[in-house]
T-cell receptor, first 112, second 117 residues
Framework: EAGVTQSPTHLIKTRGQQATLRCSPISGHTSVYWYQQALGLGLQFLLWYDEGEERNRGNFPPRFSGRQFPNYSSELNVNALELEDSALYLC???????????FGPGTRLTVT | AQSVTQLDSHVSVSEGTPVLLRCNYSSSYSPSLFWYVQHPNKGLQLLLKYTSAATLVKGINGFEAEFKKSETSFHLTKPSAHMSDAAEYFCVVYGRLSGGGADGLTFGKGTHLIIQP
């Protein structure tokens, strides 16, 4: 069974640009979560989508947004990129109502 | 809201010796607890989970953890370290996120495990 997949593996953008990151959950999982892992800040919860709806978001500005498609894949958009947005962005998926999340390999975003 | 504290930012052991990674949690109700491992430049892999069944939980790669409610601890152990165990380990609690709203995962800051040859 395929795990959580993310694309691209690496993404290099300049300050002020927009970045789009993609995630495909494990088959049968309807919940998708996004996390930011920035150097020195640990893993921080960004967004949670389930059944196409945003269920919860962490303490991040509105320029971090996303959506979930009918096939449960998800997209994270970061607008007006800032240098401090450079981080590993991890996507996870779970069965609805389950606390057990499975993580993808991440997308390394570098903002120059 | 729940929280989790990993007591050591770095742990160094020799190959073949026991591993102990310490974690304390805070939760207003019976928690679900997890340990995840992250190898360099990789995503997180679930090692084991505790969900109010047996207090001693066995995971993958020979790791296990013991839930001690009286001590609010969930320490991770392995009898004999292997070079491939070198990685970052995260203790995680599932429950009400800070700021209210829905439940979710709260991560500790991680423990970097170093294996000396």
């Amino acid at each position: 069974e395929a795990g959580v997949t993310q694309s691209p593996t690496h993404l290099i953008k300049t300050r002020g640009q927009q970045a789009t990151l993609r995630c495909s959950p494990i088959s049968g999982h309807t919940s998708v979560y996004w996390y930011q892992q920035a150097l020195g800040l640990g893993l921080q919860f960004l967004l949670w989508y389930d059944e196409g709806e945003e269920r919860n978001r962490g303490n991040f500005p509105p320029r971090f947004s996303g959506r979930q498609f009918p096939n449960y894949s998800s997209e994270l958009n970061v607008n007006a990129l800032e240098l401090e947005d450079s981080a590993l962005y991890l996507c996870a998926s779970s069965l609805v109502g389950s606390s057990e999340q499975y993580f993808g390999p991440g997308t390394r975003l570098t903002v120059t | 809201a729940q929280s989790v504290t990993q007591l050591d930012s770095h742990v160094s052991v020799s190959e073949g010796t026991p591993v102990l990674l310490r974690c304390n949690y805070s939760s207003s109700y019976s928690p679900s607890l997890f340990w995840y491992v992250q190898h360099p430049n990789k995503g997180l892999q679930l090692l084991l989970k505790y969900t109010s069944a047996a207090t001693l939980v066995k995971g993958i790669n020979g790791f296990e953890a013991e839930f001690k409610k009286s001590e609010t601890s969930f320490h991770l152990t392995k009898p004999s370290a292997h070079m491939s165990d070198a990685a970052e380990y995260f203790c995680v609690v599932y429950g009400r996120l800070s700021g209210g709203g829905a439940d979710g995962l709260t991560f500790g800051k991680g423990t970097h495990l170093i294996i000396q040859p």
